[in-house]
């Protein structure tokens, strides 16, 4: 059982780039959702998912994309990143009232 | 949205008790009282979480004040490896939301003294 998974751990990108943070998990949940977390801050809700094929905003979704087409994974995509998307990215999965944290990927838009 | 206080840093002695204390007046009947905590470079984890009644699990013990308005999360034994920040959140379903969402303030960063 591996739990949460998220790759890549770090990734460095250049303003307008497009990327794929990719999140997974084998734990059969149904509630999947994205954070971001800043230097010295707590975590912020960018996206979030209550099953396959149903996704809705969080507190900051502006910029990011998410889809889910399987219970299973749930990726988050930058079209154009910007040098404010630097940040560590969480991704979690909830059953109940227990919500598990993968590692997290740390992103650098140079 | 139902909001905690918390405050931003916390010392302990190994091997001593530890207090956590959260502040949240405005809590509604039906929110829950979530703890996670995040040790360094790593994602949040769970702790432990309560309505009404006090709390325990193999981790930690969950105090709620009779009127729901502050709880206090006890770590009977701190140890170097409990040095992380503790999140005190309470459940918030947002109008409209398919779902409740855990909103994470800045937590107590808790340090651990040998």
């Known amino acids: 059982n591996a739990g949460v998974t998220q790759t890549p751990k770090f990734q460095v990108l250049k303003t307008g780039q497009s990327m794929t943070l990719q999140c997974a998990q084998d734990?059969?949940?149904?509630?999947m959702s994205w954070y971001r977390q800043d230097p010295g801050m707590g975590l912020r809700l960018i996206h979030y998912?209550?099953?396959?094929?149903?996704?809705d905003q969080g507190e900051v979704p502006n910029g990011y994309n998410v889809s889910r087409s399987t219970t299973e994974d749930f990726p988050l995509r930058l079209l154009s990143a910007a040098p404010s998307q630097t940040s560590v990215y969480f991704c979690?999965?909830?059953?109940?009232?227990?919500?598990?944290f993968g590692p997290g990927t740390r992103l650098l838009v140079l | 949205d139902a909001k905690t206080t918390q405050p931003n840093s916390m010392e302990s002695n190994e091997e001593e008790p530890v207090h956590l204390p959260c502040n949240h007046s405005?809590?509604?009947?039906?929110?829950?009282i979530h703890w996670y905590r995040q040790l360094p470079s790593q994602g949040p984890e769970y702790v432990i979480h309560?309505?009404?009644s006090n709390v325990n699990n193999r981790m930690a013990s969950l105090a709620i004040a009779e009127d729901r308005k502050s709880s206090t999360l006890i770590l009977h034994r701190a140890t170097l490896r409990d040095a992380a920040v503790y999140y005190c959140?309470?459940?918030?379903?947002?109008?409209?939301?398919?779902?409740?969402?855990?909103?994470f303030g800045k937590g107590t960063k808790l340090s651990v003294i040998p």
């Open positions: 979690a999965s909830r059953k109940t009232e227990t919500q598990y």
């Open positions: 998912s209550v099953g396959a094929g149903i996704t």
């Open positions: 405005t809590i509604s009947g039906t929110d829950y």
């Open positions: 309560g309505l009404t």
């Open positions: 734990m059969n949940h149904e509630y």
């Open positions: 959140i309470l459940r918030d379903v947002p109008p409209g939301a398919g779902s409740y969402q855990l909103t």
